[in-house]
Structure formats: C-alpha cells, structure tokens
C-alpha cells in the first residue's frame, strides 16, 4: 500500500528520472536544489504534468502508465486520484469562506452541505482555527491561510498528500506553527470521515529546502539533483553522512570525496589526507570525509608567527594550508573561507581578531582525528534507463 | 494586493502647469455636447416626447434587443474567452486578434459584411432560405446579431482579461480536491472572474443599445420591427415622422441608461471582496 512511481519527463535539455515508493502513512522528504525538478516530480505524480514513460501506482490503482515514446498515454485524471497538493500559496478560493473553502472537496465529492459543512467544521478545529470558520480567506494572515488549506486538503482523506515547500512564503512564527501542525497531523491521521468506510493513511511527500522540515516531518529523506535522485533513505543518516555537497551544506558540514590509502589514512581527491578514529572501510574504497566547520582548528597566521621550521608540512594528515578568502557573519562566530578550497571554517570572532585572519592570509588548519567522519561514499543513479 | 508605489511618492511632484490647459480642453470637448444637448432641449415637451408611442417602441424594442445580444454575447463569449485564455500563446494571439477585429472597424463595414453573410445572395443567408426558409435581414433577429456583433469583442476581452489574470492556480487545486472539470468551472472559474464578467456583460449591453451603423445596414428602419433607440433618433433628427426635439429628447433618455450603467459598473467594481 501506499505510492510508487517510476518517471522519465523530458523538457528540452533537462530529464527527470526517479523512482521511489512511499508507504501508507510514511512521510518523504526532498530536499535539492533550484531547478532539480522536485516539483516536476510532484506536478507528475498529481496528474497535472504527463510523463514521457512512466508509472504511478497509488493503494494498487494505477493512476499513470505511458509505456514509451509515442504510446498513448493512461491515466486517472487529477481529480479522481485522490492525491492532493499544496505549494508556497494557500490558494484559498476567495469567494468562499474558510468553511467553504474546506467543505469544498466533500462537496464535490457528493457529501450534501450539511454534512460537508460539518466534516469542514471538524477540520478546522483539527488545525486550531476555530472561530475562523465563517472569514474570508483576504481576513486571514498567511500562516492562517496555510492552516486551512491543509483542513481543505486533509478533508478530502485523500491517499497521498504532496506538499510544495508549504512553509517557504511565511515568517519563522507562521512557519514553526504549520510545522507543528503538519507533524501533528501526519503523526495521527484521521482515516474515517462519516458514512464512508474507513481509508488507509496518506503517504506523504514533502520537498522542502528547509532541513528542519525534513527532521521534524520525515520519516525519510530523498536528495534531488538534476533530475535523479543521488541519495534516500533514513532521514538521520541521510543528513548525518551526506553524499552529496549540497546535503552537506544544509547540514553545515564540509564534505569531501577520497579514497582509503592505508589501513589507517584516507586521501581526499585533492591530495589532502584524513585520520578518523573510526574503523575505515577497506583499502581502496571510495569514501566520503565529514567534518564541521567549527572543528577546523585555525593557526595563527603563518607569514607573521610561526616559524618556519614548524610549518606543518602538506603530508601530515588533518593538517593543511591555506588562503583565507572570506570573512562572513556564521551563526556563532565567524565563517572563514578559503581560496580555491571547498572547505570552510568557523570560529569566534575574538579568535578570528586574536589571531588576525584577513584576506590573503595563509593559515595553517588542522582537524582532531575524532572530528572527521569517513564512511563508505553513496553512488546512486537514476533507476529507469533513458 | 500588489504593493502600491504612490505609498513611496509621499504626495508626489505635481504635473507641468502647462498641461493643464489641453487637460481642461479635452475634458470639454466630452462634457460640453452633453450640456448643449441639456440646454438645448425644450423641457417642459420632453416628458411628452418620451412618451410618445414611437418613442416607447423604440425604447422597449432596444431593451428587448440589448438585452437578447447581451445573453448571445454571454452564452458564446465566455466559452470564446476561455479557449482563447487557456490556448498556447500563438494561438492565444490569432484568436485574440480576430475578436478583437470589430472593434477597430466601422460598424457600418460590419453592418455590409453581415448583409453579405446572412443575406438572400450570402453565403450562409441562401442556404438559410433554401433550407429552412429562413430570411435573417430586416428582421428583430438582424437586429440582435448585428447588436452582438459589435458587443461580443468588449464582453470577451472582459473575460478573457479576468481569466488570464486568475491563473489557473484555483482551478489546478479544485481538481486535486475531487471536482470534475464542469464542477471547476460553475463553483471555482466564474465566481472567480465574476468581476470581470459583470463589467464585460454591462460594457457589451451599453454597445449593444447604442448600436447604430450594423443596425442600419443590415436590419434597416423598420418602425416597430428594427427601429432601435439610435435608429429613433436619427430618423427624428433628419424630420421624417417626428421633430428635432423629440431627438434630442430621446437622446437624453440614452444620456441616462448610459449614466445608469456607469454607476452600476462603478459600484460593482468597488464593492470589496469582488
């Protein structure tokens, strides 16, 4: 039970080929960047954008199948698929109240008014805007907008629920209450609505750019670029031992790709070579190397302190130089980074003044052993082949 | 909703004082004929006039008639302003191009057009005859058609405006909530291009009331029949049947459905919500 699909849309030069099952009750995050085709992926799934080749099974009913190039396409059309979508905007109808808005869908689903209206009023309650039943959707501020139309789409117990960065348009209060509120409602789904029998819980997909969202809201997280999906799986590992530069960086973390040298060193594509105090992987192997920011220990500047017959030598692992390039505001501190190196820094800023850091500094940088995580490197690729 | 640039101007700086003197012109030459007509008039023969038996004909005859294109306008426009706004840019274009034709022609040329069309010798007009007996000219009918000829373009670009401004946004998330694409269209796509419609539904009925070169060409002056308002009026200016004053006392009769209109028009547009 639940949603599976197998994709391929082209659009001019840009090709989305994914596939992936979500269960009955589970939530799926995607996280990627810009123009990764996320929504493609959703609009695809919805019925609302047809796919070169593909499949979307939906609770065993197949919604999509367009076996190739030039077969006729079969599909649900969007409206008898019961899969519902919400993006950045509410897309409130402004011409119904907030409880028309919601009883909406029972509506078109046959319910007679009185008992749409009553479903519509249970919702409403549902996501803590009682007594904003009878207002205009212009009288409500945005994250109100955004409560009701997660009533209006959850009334319709539909069998997936996509979500379109649902919380990008708000501020941090409005976002953190629909937050909550989606993790409340995802966790303990109302699967009966009356005079119909009871319905399997939604599987949810949610793509975000918002980490948070992924680790409040998700069971597991996928990430997109380019039009595949290069990494899924436990929302934990997938942040904590990130396979791509972009994951890394929603998580703050630099990531780098190497090859295990010796039973005890790594060395990174870039010459760099790396201790951990874990086990590592076998010789040979393709690995990834994590650390934070803030464990980037900086020395003080080398031109003016230190002399040179200390100067760490590029061999010594953990250990490198480098030329500072920017200095910019970090959440503590001050984020440093370096000419040429993907790599970044953070330290207080009474450190960074202590030690002098300016651009075109060299600095020499060092990592503890027991900071760096090397795990073996995730290569995944699109499933169906083009 | 759009932010609004005056609330960064803090009052603005005014306009070249030279600009008011051809503003003032401008603005006279659209008021002052109505006040020569105001003045001009001989008041104390106008309620008589205007309740005379031919001027009630052609007054209700035009009601009749507006009212009758307005409906054809709406039962043909808003499907017309649909496919155009839903249509692929190019397309969009053509189509918008070709509806909006009669607008920037004379309605006389589209009064010959018709005739040519509809008429005995037409291309459809013949077969009409032959095949249903059915003669379109100088009839009432004509009178609609030629009505809705000229009122149509105002009504679908009225709508067509409200559409594209819309987006299909609503109607994309009714249909993920379970409503069929006729349900999407009475309960989500009129209401909410209902301001628009009723502007263009008022706008198409005032050009078909004042309707006067289609009218004549192809339905003619028949008293009763095809005599509109517009057509009344010229008939009563030129001597035939009636004097200049019951003209300019019909004239300010269309003077005052005409104001009626607007204000209609007005108070529908600022009503909040809409």
Redesign the interface.
């Known amino acids: 039970m639940g949603l599976s699909t197998e994709l391929l849309v082209r659009r001019g030069s840009f090709t989305l080929d994914v596939a992936l099952e979500v269960a009955a009750g589970e939530t799926l995050a995607i996280l990627g960047p810009n123009g990764s085709g996320k929504s493609t992926l959703l609009a695809a799934i919805?019925g609302?954008v047809e796919p070169d080749r593909g499949i979307v099974t939906v609770n065993d009913r197949m919604l999509t199948y367009v076996s190739g190039v030039g077969s006729r396409a079969r599909g649900v059309?969007?409206?008898?698929?019961?899969?519902?979508?919400l993006g950045q905007?509410a897309?409130l109808?402004?011409?119904?109240t907030a409880l028309e808005n919601v009883a909406?869908?029972p509506r078109?689903?046959g319910i007679d008014v009185a008992q749409a209206s009553q479903i519509a009023a249970a919702w409403i309650d549902a996501v803590g805007l009682a007594g904003f039943a009878d207002r205009?959707p212009?009288a409500l501020s945005g994250g109100e907008q955004q409560r009701i139309a997660i009533a209006?789409?959850l009334a319709?117990t539909?069998d997936v629920l996509l979500f379109d960065e649902p919380m990008a348009a708000l501020d941090v209060q409005n976002a953190s209450l629909v937050r909550t509120l989606l993790r409340d409602r995802l966790a303990d789904p109302i699967t009966t609505i009356p005079g119909h029998s009871p319905v399997s819980p939604p599987a949810t997909i949610i793509v975000t750019h918002d980490v948070v969202d992924a680790m409040i809201l998700a069971d597991r997280v996928a990430i997109m670029d380019n039009g595949v999906i290069i990494d899924i799986g436990a929302t934990d590992r997938v942040l904590q031992q990130p396979a791509s530069s972009f994951a890394a960086a929603l998580v703050n973390l630099n990531l780098l790709n190497g090859t295990v040298e010796t039973p005890e060193l790594v060395r990174a594509s870039d010459g760099r070579r790396f201790a951990s105090e874990g086990q590592l992987p076998p010789v040979g192997s393709e690995v990834s190397i994590v650390f934070a920011p803030s464990a980037v220990v900086l020395q003080a500047a080398l031109s003016e302190r230190t002399p040179r017959s200390t100067e760490p030598t590029p061999e010594t692992p953990n250990t490198w130089q480098a030329r500072v390039d920017t200095l910019e505001p970090a959440l503590r501190g001050i984020r440093v980074t370096f000419t040429g190196d993907s790599v970044v820094a953070e330290a207080p800023a009474d450190e960074i003044l202590h030690k002098q850091l300016a651009h075109g500094v060299t600095i020499s940088a060092f990592v503890e052993p027991r900071a760096v995580t090397i795990y073996p490197r995730q290569i995944r690729h699109g499933i169906l082949p083009v | 909703m759009s932010a609004n640039p005056q609330r960064l101007a803090l009052g603005g700086v005014g306009i070249p004082r030279l600009l008011y003197v051809p503003a003032a012109l401008g603005f006279a030459l659209l008021v002052l004929p109505l006040v020569g007509l105001v003045v001009r008039a001989d008041w104390p023969r106008v309620p008589a006039a205007i309740v005379s038996a031919e001027a009630l004909a052609a007054l209700a005859l035009s009601l009749q008639t507006a009212l009758s294109a307005t409906a054809l306008c709406l039962i043909v426009g808003v499907p017309l302003a649909l496919v155009i706004a839903r249509s692929g840019s190019r397309l969009a274009g053509v189509l918008r191009a070709l509806t909006t034709l009669p607008l920037v022609m004379p309605p006389l040329v589209g009064g010959i057009a018709l005739l040519y069309l509809l008429g005995r010798n037409g291309l459809v007009g013949g077969f009409l005859e032959l095949a249903f007996g059915i003669q379109l000219p100088f009839t009432t009918a004509a009178v609609v058609i030629a009505q809705s000829f000229v009122a149509l373009p105002f009504l679908v670009i009225a709508v067509e405006g409200a559409l594209r401004t819309a987006g299909t946004?609503?109607e994309?998330?009714?249909?993920?909530?379970?409503?069929?694409?006729w349900?999407?269209f009475r309960?989500?796509t009129l209401?909410?291009i209902?301001p628009g419609l009723l502007a263009g539904t008022v706008l198409a009925f005032a050009r078909a009331l004042g309707e006067f070169g289609a009218t004549a060409l192809f339905a003619g002056n028949a008293a009763g029949v095809t005599r509109t308002m517009p057509l009344a009026i010229y008939t009563a200016f030129n001597g035939a049947g009636a004097t200049q004053d019951s003209a300019i006392a019909l004239s300010l009769l269309l003077v005052v459905v005409g104001i009626i209109i607007l204000l209609l028009l007005r108070s529908w547009r600022t009503t909040p919500?809409l």
């Open positions: 919805a609302l059309p969007v409206h008898r698929r019961r899969i519902s979508l905007d897309l109808f402004p011409h119904l909406f869908g078109a689903r205009a212009a209006r789409m319709t539909p | 946004g609503f994309t998330i009714a249909a993920t909530l379970g409503a069929g694409r349900t999407v309960r989500v209401p909410t209902l919500g």
